[in-house]
């Protein structure tokens, strides 16, 4: 494995180690790089080459690491030419990689019951967030919720979950495994009545969530999103409506990854004054009200 390093962001040759199918041409890609491994933090995600014949990368979010083993992991859809051909990788071959790049999600310990909440290719980000807490806050776990949505199947067989979340209909019990095994609880949420789920978008299940907790459970909340805009714009909404801090991360489309190019700018509320930031390096997690309250 071959690498340079730049401050905390390496470039390097990185191994598959494993690579895997799921419904949906959903793949779960692990990859050899140590160093992103050690350094990574969940929000933050690899520019990558999917194949040596399309030069321009792509960035995908880091679902999971394992720092003393060295290998990162990431889940993605094939949607286009570079995805595509990057599920055609196998394991042994390396893939020119360079990370960790981006500003990850901030923990407040005053608001030790974190709402993370996910959907479609939004999902990985919070499975990271999750890994953080189970490790770094396992004080925390208990009282921490991931809700995901997806309209196809999940990479992964849900089951039952043998965690209770007081206020949410016992009907949606379905649970990711992972996430049991860490002791965090988790919902899943569908609109194409898969069994044990809830049938309705995330933010509706959310809602009933914090419905059901008493004043000062609800002042220990904070709220982390990662998913499709419309999702992100209701998820802000409704940590507005309820008065609870929420980030987001955002996913645009990249040249550079570095900055250079401004390619993937948004516009955000600083103060009383509006800045065109770059999602690569500016975030990609911001904090929501400075996204969806700019306008102007």
């Known amino acids: 494995m071959m690498k340079t390093q730049r401050n905390t962001l390496f ?21 050899d790089a140590p160093d992103i491994a050690q350094t990574a933090k969940p929000g933050s995600f690899v520019h990558l080459q999917c194949h040596p014949e399309l030069p321009m990368r792509r960035p995908l979010s880091i679902m999971r690491t394992d720092p003393r083993q060295g290998w990162i992991e990431i889940l993605y859809k094939v949607v286009g030419h570079g995805t595509r051909l990057l ?24 608001r030790p019951r974190r709402l993370l909440i996910g959907g479609g290719v939004g999902v990985p980000p919070m499975i990271f967030l ?6 770094q806050h396992k004080q925390d776990a208990g009282s921490t919720l991931a809700v995901f949505g997806s309209e196809v199947p999940f990479p992964f067989t849900p089951r039952p979950s043998q965690l209770e979340v007081p206020g949410i209909t016992p009907s949606a019990n379905a649970a990711m495994p992972l996430l049991e095994d860490w002791q965090i609880a988790s919902r899943l949420c569908s609109l ?42 209701a998820t802000a909404a409704l940590a507005g409506e309820h008065n609870l801090p929420c980030q987001v991360s955002l996913e645009e489309y ?7 190019c401004a390619g993937c700018v948004v516009k955000v509320r600083t103060g009383t004054e509006y800045a065109m930031k770059r999602v690569c390096v500016d975030g990609p997690v911001f904090d929501a009200e400075e996204v969806y309250g700019a306008s102007g």
Request: hydrophobic share 40%; net charge neutral; aromatic share 8%.
């Open 130 to 135: 999750a890994q953080q807490i189970s490790t």
């Open 87 to 110: 599920a055609t990788r196998r394991p042994g071959e390396t893939l020119p990689t360079l990370g960790p790049v981006g500003n990850g999600f901030r923990l407040d310990p005053a």
């Open 254 to 260: 990249m040249a550079c990854a570095l900055g250079g």
């Open 192 to 233: 194409q009545n898969y069994a044990g789920h809830y049938h309705g978008y995330v933010t509706d299940l959310v809602q009933q969530y914090l419905a059901g907790l008493d004043r000062q459970q609800h002042q220990q909340v904070a709220l982390f999103a990662c998913g499709p805009e419309p999702m992100l714009q």
């Open 11 to 31: 470039s390097l040759q990185a191994a598959i180690l494993a690579h895997h199918q799921h419904p949906a041409q959903q793949f779960i890609l692990r990859l």
